[in-house]
């Protein structure tokens, strides 16, 4: 019977791979991708990549020879059409099927669409999460051209700014009364807000959209107000949700995503799902996570469990985005917090406590109250929030 088979040949899957066999496993492991390019990072596609100031080599994740050498099988552009559980064998698009001693699922997450009713299938309409998105995009991408953005969440607000960086007119139109409000506290929020509005962007937000107007090729967006855009383009960045169908299609517990024990394992023993697609315990909850550092610990997770080193997930959240020359960094997650204290020390921070806990920190050019804050939160250690605000307090003092 055939080792280890990986669906999705993304961050997290390449993870696995890579942890399984520096952990000593001898079986095959192959990795079923339904995109043609080897395991890439995407974080550059809404940054340095559509800027045009990252060249396509620095995006793989290991060199092309590495998964050779490491004997690890790549099956590109083939989709995994279904699992045959009792069977233990995967059959892809073309009918082939894989068989499996382990299952790997790490398929990821998939962009929310607009609906083509209201002209989220016209030309020039685009979502940003893999390489041919951000090529398919890259020639719309036009000095002066006018854009419209659609979701002030982090790719939408990266894909503005580089958009302004390129030289076109930009507009972002977000439905919740703020940008960021899934993600980031109100002060957070501001500082961004006020971040593009000195790069010339026009935050519009608690804006809903009524369509997408143009025949064939958008030419610009109707507000729910009554308001009309005029647009080239129009980047929809409303959010992802878990590809989780595969899962379900199975008969695997899928609850907004593929649901994982403590372990990563699924409701099936021979089955782990790791990266943006599952769901995995939190609190007494559940919890999907969408960042690089979440796959990567999930990928390497499984690897380890499988290889016979049996661990339980304890996610370490950390994440960050570039807006023009700016940098966020985010440790923790902010679920639940009950206050928020600022601190202006050269750059900017955000805290968020749970009573007295310290949960999450913000960091917005200020590498250090990151470091500090993630390593406070990872001790599980709380410094005083006045103190905190103090800018005249070192920060290394808090450790
Ligand atoms: P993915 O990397 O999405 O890989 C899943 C792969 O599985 C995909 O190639 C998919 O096509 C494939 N697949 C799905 N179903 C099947 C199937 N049935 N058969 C075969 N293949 C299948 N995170 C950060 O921490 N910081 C950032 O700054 C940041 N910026 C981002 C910017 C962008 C534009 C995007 C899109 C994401 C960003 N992220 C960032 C999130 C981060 O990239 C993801 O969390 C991470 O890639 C998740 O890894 P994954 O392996 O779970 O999924």
Not at 162 to 187: D, F, H, N
Request: charged share 20%.
């Amino acid at each position: 019977m055939a080792g280890v088979v990986i669906v999705g040949a993304g961050q997290a899957a390449a993870s696995a791979a890579a942890k399984l066999r520096s952990s000593g496993y001898s079986e095959p492991i192959t990795l079923i991708g339904d995109e043609p390019q080897p395991p890439y990072q995407r974080p550059p596609l809404s940054k340095a990549y559509l800027l045009g100031q990252m060249p396509l080599e620095r995006l793989w994740l290991r060199p092309h020879e590495f998964w050779a050498e490491q004997q690890v099988e790549l099956r590109l552009g083939t989709r995994v059409e279904a699992i045959d559980r009792a069977a233990k064998q995967v059959r892809l698009a073309d009918g082939a099927t894989v068989g499996y001693q382990h299952l790997v699922l790490a398929t990821g997450a998939a962009p929310r669409h607009l609906p083509a009713a209201i002209g989220g299938a016209l030309k020039g309409v685009h979502v940003v999460r893999n390489l041919a998105d951000v090529d398919g995009m890259a020639p719309d991408m036009r000095p002066g051209a006018r854009l419209v953005v659609i979701g002030g969440g982090y790719i939408g607000l990266e894909a503005a700014a580089v958009a302004r960086k390129l030289g076109l007119e930009v507009t972002l139109v977000e439905a919740a009364p703020r940008i960021l409000g899934r993600v980031a506290c109100a002060e957070t929020a501001d500082e961004i807000r006020a971040l593009h509005a000195a790069h010339g962007v026009d935050i519009l937000e608690g804006i809903g959209i009524a369509k997408i107007t143009g025949d064939d090729r958008v030419t610009g967006v109707d507000l729910a107000d009554g308001r009309h855009l005029p647009a080239e383009l129009v980047i929809v960045g409303i959010g992802v949700t878990a590809e989780a169908a595969l899962a379900k299609a199975a008969g695997l517990d899928v609850d907004g995503g593929i649901v994982v024990d403590e372990f990563c394992r699924t409701s099936d023993p021979a089955i782990w799902a790791a990266g943006d697609c599952a769901v995995f315990p939190f609190e007494g909850g559940r919890m999907r996570l969408e960042s690089v550092g979440n796959a990567i610990d999930m990928g390497e997770l499984v690897a380890a469990n499988i290889a016979g080193e049996p661990r339980a997930y304890v996610p370490k959240p950390w994440f960050w985005s570039d807006q023009y020359d700016a940098k966020l960094q985010i440790a923790g997650l902010l679920t639940g917090h009950d206050r928020v204290v600022t601190r202006r020390a050269g750059g900017f921070s955000a805290w968020y406590f749970r009573g007295t806990t310290l949960i999450a920190v913000d960091a917005l050019n200020d590498a250090r109250a990151y470091m500090v804050g993630k390593r406070l939160i990872e001790a599980q250690k709380s410094p005083d929030a006045a103190a905190i605000a103090d800018p005249a307090i070192d920060l290394k003092a808090f450790l």
